[in-house]
């Protein structure tokens, strides 16, 4: 069974980092193309960032410059290393694997808070 | 950039009865790349429909979703109970991208 489980969510102050992980179950992350979409309190979905094969990633705009996709195959694990966090992106950041050009199977999320 | 528009925000109605939801793009895209999602209270969006009109691995017969160009339908036909929730249409872009819809949101009448 394909299983996504996402940590790393907590409090942080404007400005600071943190890294998101996506733990994957059921397949290997280096055979799947993978994304993270996040979800702002009582609010709508919002594309974040994608990775494609080995080395090929995409940002949105709001977030380009500032966070980093990456994956460690030995750990079948996704990242996304937020850095110069502000209060936009304050949200529940949810994993998702890439079917073509949809998004088949998700985590079940990790809130991020950036507050002082 | 395409903007998905969904109409309407919020649909209330009884089980048993019909749900038609609207998702219009700003330009017109190909099927392939409209998808829709059900977003439960709590819990992760699941995919129901991809290339428009295809449903995901074990989404019920109810389920249906139609349309092209510009303009497309994600139907309903007999609301359960456990079918209340909110539902997002998303395109895929060339860049890559993802953008969605921003939401409908059905609930009991």
């Known amino acids: 069974e394909v299983q996504l489980v996402e940590s790393g969510g907590g409090v942080i102050q404007p400005g600071g980092s943190l890294r998101l992980s996506c733990a994957a179950s059921?397949?290997?992350?280096?055979?799947?193309?993978m994304n993270w979409v996040r979800q702002a309190p009582g609010k709508g979905l919002e594309w974040v960032s994608a990775l494609y094969g080995g080395a090929s990633t995409y940002y949105a705009d709001s977030v380009k410059g500032r966070f980093i996709i990456s994956r460690d195959t030995s750990k079948n694990t996704l990242y996304l290393q937020m850095n110069n966090l502000r209060a936009d992106d304050t949200a529940v950041y949810y994993c998702a694997t890439i079917s073509g050009s949809y998004l088949d199977c998700w985590g079940q999320g990790t809130l991020v808070t950036v507050s002082s | 950039d395409i903007v998905l528009t969904q109409s309407p925000g919020t649909l209330s109605l009884s089980p048993g009865e019909r749900a038609t939801l609207s998702c219009r793009a700003s330009q017109s895209i190909s099927s392939s790349y409209l998808a829709w999602y059900q977003q439960k209270p709590g819990q992760a969006p699941r995919l129901l429909i991809y290339?428009?009109?295809s449903r995901a691995t074990g989404i019920p017969d109810r389920f249906s979703g139609s349309g092209s160009g510009t303009d497309f339908t994600l139907t309903i036909t007999r609301l359960e109970p456990e079918d209340f929730a909110v539902y997002y249409c998303?395109?895929?872009?060339?860049?890559?991208?993802?953008?969605f819809g921003q939401g409908t949101k059905v609930e009991i009448k």
């Open positions: 290339g428009a009109s």
């Open positions: 059921g397949f290997t992350v280096s055979s799947k193309y």
């Open positions: 998303q395109q895929y872009g060339y860049s890559p991208t993802w953008t």
